[in-house]
Structures are given as C-alpha cells and as structure tokens.
C-alpha cells in the first residue's frame, strides 16, 4: 500500500464510522432500541474494516519509484567493520565468563 493509499483507506474508515454512528443513534433513538443501535454501528465497523484494512488493488494506484541500492563507501565499510570487531569481542569475552 503507497502512501496515497494509506491516506485513502483512513478516510474510508473514518468516514465509514461516522456514518454507521449518525445511522445508528438515529435509528435507536426513533426506535427506542439500544441493541438496534449497536448492531447498525457494529455492522459498519465490520463494514470499515474490511473496506479499509486489506490491501486492496485501489489503494496502489501510486507506486513509490525507489532509488537503485549504492554500494558503502570506503568510510562506511571501515566503520562497520570496526563495529563487527568490538561487538564480537565483547561476545567473546561474556562467554567466557560464564565457562569459569
């Protein structure tokens, strides 16, 4: 799901909840039912969330075009191989305390 998406399936679920709460108080307050209620505003939870929560084709319609992976520089492949070294070191040197 691109960010487009995420944005539009926030909007289809809040929008969808609202409604579902307007449907349901309306029609519980006319009714005097409060399960009547909760079922209408139930229905359109479930009704969001499988609107809103699988990733649907439509909410790929704007595809992120990355940039190509670079090789480390020089720098970079100096300091992580500095960081392995200490960080095996100090694994090295746990386990051999707990052999005492």
Do not use: C
Not at 15 to 41: D, H, K, N, P
Not at 59 to 79: G, I, R, V
């Amino acid at each position: 799901m691109d960010y487009e998406g995420q944005r539009l399936s926030e909007q289809i679920m809040q929008w969808l909840i609202i409604v579902a709460a307007v449907i349901g108080f309306l029609a519980g307050y006319i009714t005097s039912s409060y399960r009547l209620m909760l079922e209408i505003y139930t229905g359109g939870m479930v009704l969001a969330f499988l609107l809103a929560v699988p990733d649907w084709p439509y909410f790929n319609w704007h595809k992120l075009s990355w940039l190509p992976e670079q090789p480390p520089s020089e720098d970079e492949a100096a300091a992580s191989s500095s960081t392995l070294a200490v960080q095996k070191s100090k694994q090295g040197k746990r386990s051999s305390k707990g052999k005492r």
